[in-house]
């Protein structure tokens, strides 16, 4: 625990929010600022403020919750569809330090849409790249 986390807080039950799902490694809730209805937040409750940093088993948990409260949080709205967003770093979008995931419901005509100015991979750099990326991963 972080004594300065908000989401840490809320784990410990010092801060409230609105529970969606809790089991021994994580905790769900709605986001209180939500982008769409229904916008909801999975966070493990070890303290941690990047993906990489996720200790495994609670890493598995969110993998185990996340393909069934993504529908059942869209279903309940009435959502088309929905996204699952995770920022690393404040030049990703990152404002609150205590890794999390989003939840967020979508429909046609949200106007939710991201700034996605797709360029075309060079397939030249591709092979360094991947060697750079292999190398990095340690085997
Ligand atoms: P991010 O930009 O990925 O760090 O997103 C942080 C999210 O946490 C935002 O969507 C906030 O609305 C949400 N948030 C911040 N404080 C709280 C809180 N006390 N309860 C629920 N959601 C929160
Ligand atoms: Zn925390």
């Excluded at 089991?23 to 209805?37: A, C, M, N, R, W």
Aim: aromatic share 6%; charged share 20%.
């Amino acid at each position: 625990m972080s004594t300065d986390c908000i989401f840490c807080k809320i784990v410990a039950g010092e801060i409230p929010c609105y529970k969606v799902y809790e089991d021994e490694h994580v905790l769900s809730f709605l986001d209180i600022g939500p982008l769409s209805k229904g916008h909801t937040l999975v966070i493990p409750k070890h303290h941690c403020v990047t993906l990489d940093e996720i200790p495994v088993e609670q890493m598995a948990a969110v993998g185990r919750l996340l393909p069934k409260l993504g529908p059942a949080v869209a279903q309940s709205v009435g959502a088309a569809g929905w996204n699952v967003l995770q920022n690393n770093g404040p030049v990703a979008g990152q404002v609150v330090m205590h890794v999390h995931f989003h939840i967020i419901p979508r429909n046609e005509g949200d106007g939710l849409g991201y700034r996605w100015p797709a360029g075309e991979l060079d397939k030249n750099e591709a092979p360094r790249l991947l060697e750079a990326i292999t190398e990095r991963m340690g085997h």
